[in-house]
């Protein structure tokens, strides 16, 4: 399909994209808190927003422009809005107090309550295609029959196969041409009896024989990523007469469960700031028998736990923010452990191997010593100051 570039969109004057910022998400250079496939969302949706302003749902907004700008452009009342993030929530929610923006919307999870009787569905569409099958099994199943889903993404980031996984769920599937760098999939005749929903799946881990649950955004699905992997045949030396202990950006919780499985004194805390990750995680640990001592919070970086409050922090930290590999996210992580360490408390950390994390360790949590080492992945311990 050959790209093209229409007539730029007509002038906006009610909202100030440009003034939307990512606070309190990771800040650099080259990441944005808007994009061109924002706008061509809403400009695609402006008519079916028009007629149903009052049955609008919004999936995947990163920073507030697809649910302000469906709110201040389009005219949406009520718009009921899912973001996997909290980060992202929290961006929403800045970014109309900074700009004056009334609110008209509310926080939902990916459920029924998000989608009952919506008309429109404002979509930006994430890279993995598990997490677009179980977002658009979810509006297939709950949505309005006569439901339009305008979902967009950058045309570097979308495969043919996003086609076919919507066409699992919906009965039409119309690809737009590229409109600077994105390009749109509009969906509609939802199949509500097509596909039964499988979503979240579980696996059992061969090596570990832990079960693993995982929704479909989740890191690694119901897999047990190589990094954890090299964390987990560690674990038992990590700070044996340890109580309280936390699994700070804890994905699918495989660590928390482990070693509360392990370790029937111990106390574990789940936290990861999001949504997908914290379903997850109380699955995997009510699958593997210790919901009665795996705690699951949503937050970020551990920002709702109490100071000082652990003797052991597990974590396997992110290394992406969206398309660029920056180093804040694991650096404000380990600040994060920290805080969340008492005096001699230990954070155990997997990274890979050509990352320079360990100066960063010793500057924000204190002595640092290696476990471990492969050519991929890297596992320290650094002693809280």
Do not use: Y
């Not at 404002?122 to 199943?141: F, H, K, M, Y």
């Not at 950006?249 to 370790?263: K, N, P, Q």
């Not at 990352?355 to 010593?369: F, I, N, S």
């Amino acid at each position: 399909m050959p790209d093209s570039d229409p007539a730029p969109a007509p002038d906006r004057g009610a909202l100030d994209f440009g003034a939307l910022r990512r606070w309190p998400d990771v800040e650099a250079p080259d990441l944005v808190a808007v994009d061109a496939t924002d706008i061509f969302v809403l400009d695609e949706a402006r008519e079916a927003v028009a007629a149903h302003p009052e049955r609008v749902a919004v999936i995947g907004d990163h920073h507030g422009a697809l649910t302000l700008g469906a709110v201040v452009e389009l005219g949406a009342r009520g718009v009921r809005v899912h973001q996997d993030a909290l980060t992202g929530e929290r961006a929403l929610d800045a970014n109309a107090e900074r700009l004056g923006v009334a609110r008209s919307w509310a926080h939902h999870a990916l459920d029924s309550s998000l989608l009952e009787g919506a008309r429109v569905v404002l979509l930006q569409l994430p890279r993995s295609l598990d997490a677009l099958d179980e977002i658009a099994g979810t509006v297939a199943r709950h949505a309005h029959p006569d439901v339009v889903v305008v979902a967009g993404g950058r045309v570097k980031h979308m495969t043919l196969t996003m086609n076919d996984v919507l066409r699992t769920h919906f009965g039409t599937v119309v690809p737009s041409l590229a409109r600077r760098k994105s390009r749109l999939l509009v969906a509609t005749g939802p199949l509500q009896e097509a596909v039964d929903p499988s979503w979240p799946r579980r696996a059992v881990d061969g090596a570990t024989g832990l079960t693993v649950v995982a929704h479909g955004a989740a890191f690694a699905g119901s897999r047990v990523d190589i990094g954890t992997r090299q964390l987990l045949a560690v674990l038992d030396q990590a700070v044996p007469t340890a109580v309280d202990v936390v699994d700070l950006g804890c994905g699918t919780g495989v660590l928390a469960a482990a070693i509360a499985r392990e370790r029937p004194s111990v106390r574990v805390v789940a936290t990861d700031q999001s949504a997908v990750a914290v379903a997850s995680a109380a699955a995997t640990a009510e699958a593997n028998g210790v919901a009665d001592r795996v705690s699951v919070l949503r937050a970020d970086s551990g920002d709702a736990l109490t100071e000082a409050s652990a003797d052991l922090v597990l974590l396997n930290p992110p290394f992406h923010a969206g398309a660029a590999v920056v180093d804040d996210l694991a650096w404000s992580m380990f600040t994060a452990a920290a805080r969340l360490l008492r005096p001699g408390g230990e954070l155990w950390v997997v990274f890979n191997s050509h990352l320079g994390h360990r100066a960063a360790l010793e500057r924000l949590v204190g002595p640092t010593r290696q476990v471990s080492r492969s050519p991929k992945f890297t596992v320290v311990a650094a002693t809280r100051h």
